[in-house]
Structures are given as C-alpha cells and as structure tokens.
C-alpha cells in the first residue's frame, strides 16, 4: 500500500522544491562564474567582489534564522573582522524548514568562501537585518504602515516571506506555504503581497519592469500560459538581470545608488557600491 502523505506534508515538500530550484539554478550561475574568474581582470574583480555584498546579507539571514548565530560563530575567518549585523535572530522554523534554510545558510558560506579565494574582498559590511527594516520595506510596499507591522522572525510564514522580500536571491518558496493560509481571502493576500514587493523592488530599481509576484495575469506568467510564476522571467522565460546600480537602489531602499540605508545602513562594499558614496 502506498504511503500515505498528509496534506500538509505534502504542501511542505511543494515548499522545498519551489525553494530549492532557485538556488540550484543560482549555485550553477555562481559556479560558471567562479570557474571563468581564476585570474580576473580589475572591472570583473569588482563585479565579484560587489557579489559578496550580497552573500554576506543572505548567509547572517539564514544562519541565524536557522541557528540564532551568525558567521562569527559558524566561519569567522570569513568575516574579516566585520560588525555584527543588527537585529538577527532565530526564528522558530518547523524542522522541515529549519533543515532547508540551514542548508541554503551553509551554501552562502560556500560562496563567500569561493569568491574571496579569487579577489581580497572586504570585511563584512554592517547589515541591518532587524525586524524594522523589514517592517519599513514592508510598508513602502504596500504604501502604507502595515498592523501590527511585519515581522520576518514571528514564525515560518513570515521568514519564507522576508527571503521573497531580499533581493536578489528572490526566494519564491511562499507559495509552497499555500496550504498554511486556509481562507480564499489568506490566499488572496498571499498573491498580494508578493506582488506588492515586487512591484517596489521594480520602482526602486528604476529601470523597467524586472520583477513579478507568483501569482500574475495570464499574460504575465510563463508562455502566457499560466498564472503560477515561480520562476520569474522575461517574454522568453529567460530570468531577468539587474545592474550593481540597480541592486543598490533596491536594497539600500532609497531608490538612489548614492543614498544608502536599508540593509545597508552605512552603505555596501567594495570598489563598485563606493564609487556611488564617495
């Protein structure tokens, strides 16, 4: 007889597999990258070095929602000797998930590791990962202050919703938590609001539009075909691409490569993100 699979248990798996497949196609990515860079020329070693910016953001994210420390505990050889990021802490994941965000968190230390074995690098930027800056993208996003305001460390829920709202790694494992949300209305909300912030990290990047929610018009979703939109991408399925400057702009919250806050509450590292301080 056949195993049998609860309904949640099996809205869990769909979790893992719709936050499992960016990643896989990210680490391919990253791989073709390190592999190209073994003596990079000076524009691709500040292009690489830029990266760890947000490597850094992404590996304090899911270390300490998944284990309540960070780097410093975990590979302290890798932070440089940088601040303590603000504000993070564990959150209380189911285990299912705990395991997956751990896995994703130690895969970030990997690529910290393999990129700063091909440039120096920095040290760890300071890095605002605190409820209220979570709550004030949050509020932008809906154009105005939400209530009680959004908190990313309340329960699982809320942090697969806060690793939608980190750009560039657009985790799009909310919709796996569909089985979570039991009214229409819940459902409803849960298509809102990731349109909501990918409707701002768009705005904020100023340069078309680059982003989608996992629930879009026909004509938006894959082909034009379907409504689900895991996978964000272009008229061709292709994944969209986004500039250091237009990165910036998004995760310093401003919408200005030359205003820093957000994230990154006294600005991003390295050559590239400076050049738009100094």
Same mark, same amino acid.
């Given at each position: ?197 990918? $409707? %701002? *990290?768009?705005?904020? +990047? ?6 989608? =929610?996992?629930?879009? #018009?026909? &004509? ?26 237009? $990165? %910036? *702009?998004?995760?310093? +919250? ?6 820093? =806050?957000?994230?990154? #509450?006294? &600005? ?11």
């Amino acid at each position: 007889m056949a195993p049998y699979i609860s309904r949640d248990r099996a809205s869990i798996f769909v979790l893992l597999a719709s936050l499992v497949l960016p990643f896989i196609l990210l680490d391919y990515s990253s791989s073709v990258l390190f592999a190209s860079a073994k003596s990079p020329k000076s524009k691709d070693a500040d292009l690489l070095e830029f990266a760890l910016n947000l490597e850094y953001l992404e590996a304090e994210f899911f270390l300490f929602g998944a284990l309540g420390h960070g780097l410093d505990v975990v590979a302290p050889n890798l932070t440089g000797g940088g601040p303590l990021p603000i504000g993070a802490k564990k959150v209380e994941l189911d285990d299912l998930t705990n395991d997956v965000i751990l896995q994703f968190a130690f895969q970030e230390v990997g690529h910290l590791r393999a990129i700063k074995s091909k440039v120096t690098g920095f040290p760890r930027p300071l890095l605002d990962l605190s409820s209220k800056s979570f709550a004030k993208l949050m509020d932008n996003a809906f154009g105005k202050p939400l209530v009680p305001p959004f908190d990313p460390y309340a329960n699982s829920l809320n942090f697969i919703i806060a690793s939608y709202v980190i750009p560039y790694v657009g985790l799009t494992g909310y919709v796996g938590a569909n089985r979570l949300l039991e009214s229409a209305t819940s459902r409803e909300w849960r298509g809102r609001v990731t349109n909501r912030i990918s $409707i %701002l *990290r768009s705005k904020l +990047g100023n340069r078309g539009l680059k982003d989608e =929610g996992i629930v879009v #018009p026909f &004509g938006l979703g894959a082909e034009g075909k379907v409504r689900g939109n895991i996978l964000a991408g272009d008229v061709n399925s292709l994944a969209y691409s986004r500039t250091p400057e237009e $990165i %910036l *702009r998004i995760v310093y +919250g401003s919408g200005d490569e030359h205003v820093c =806050g957000g994230f990154y #509450p006294i &600005g991003a590292s390295g050559q590239i993100a400076q050049s738009y301080l100094n």
